[in-house]
């Protein structure tokens, strides 16, 4: 097949590329050393901080007995009645005496678990693995999430590879990192929350 001599000079050129590598313009930009260095404070306490600066709220639990005697209490004082969550362990945490509301989109406050947590920016990482999905975490005006101490990573790359390793082949569908309160600046830099996603967001962390 002939070409015209413009189109031969510009496919020469492309052979020419092509058979000469050209160099990465930053050789070390996919090393695995981390960009940031570990900090000396432990990653639970820098957790709190972090997100509690972000507007989050945050309580340490001793135990599963303790998580669901302060969850209890934190719905009573709050008089949130229509509780949604579907994960089998968040149901036998409860154990009856919390029943499920089934309608996410009228519900006063969501439960969910998450995959990691990430102490250098008191960030969340959840997924749309189990039973919580995608949605359970951003419609409700109210977010709760349970993390064990376990979950506890120092930088976003820890978590991913975290997850990498437990799902193996059937990575994840999504990942949202959410760290504390939904916000926006967008109109005329004024901060709002909740804007697109919980007005309040709750962790609580569970010894493990």
Same mark, same amino acid.
Not at 37 to 59: C, H, I, M, Y
């Given at each position: ?124 990482? @959840? #997924?749309? &693995?189990?039973?919580?999905? !995608? /949605? +359970? ?37 999504? @990942? #949202?990192? &959410?760290?504390?309160?939904? !916000? /926006? +600046? ?23």
């Amino acid at each position: 097949m002939a070409f015209s001599p413009a189109k031969e000079n510009i496919l020469k050129k492309i052979r020419q590329a092509l058979s000469n590598s050209v160099p990465l313009p930053f050789p070390h930009s996919e090393g695995s050393e981390s960009l940031f260095t570990n900090s000396s404070e432990d990653n639970t306490v820098l957790f709190a901080e972090e997100f509690t600066k972000l507007q989050g709220k945050f309580a340490y639990c001793t135990d599963e007995a303790h998580l669901k005697q302060q969850l209890l209490q934190l719905f009573s004082q709050r008089q949130w009645t229509k509780i949604y969550f579907t994960e089998k362990k968040i149901i036998s945490l409860f154990n009856g005496e919390v029943v499920s509301f089934d309608n996410l989109a009228d519900c006063d406050v969501s439960v969910t678990f998450c995959e990691n947590l990430v102490a250098r920016t008191g960030t969340m990482v @959840l #997924s749309s &693995a189990g039973q919580h999905g !995608r /949605t +359970a975490s951003v419609y409700a005006p109210v977010h709760i999430c349970i993390a064990y101490t376990s979950q506890m990573t120092f930088d976003i790359k820890d978590a991913l590879q975290n997850i990498k390793e437990k799902y193996n082949n059937s990575f994840p569908s999504l @990942l #949202s990192f &959410a760290s504390g309160p939904s !916000r /926006t +600046a967008d109109i005329e830099k004024t901060l709002v929350t909740g804007v697109h996603g919980p007005k309040e967001v709750y962790c609580f962390l569970v010894e493990s």
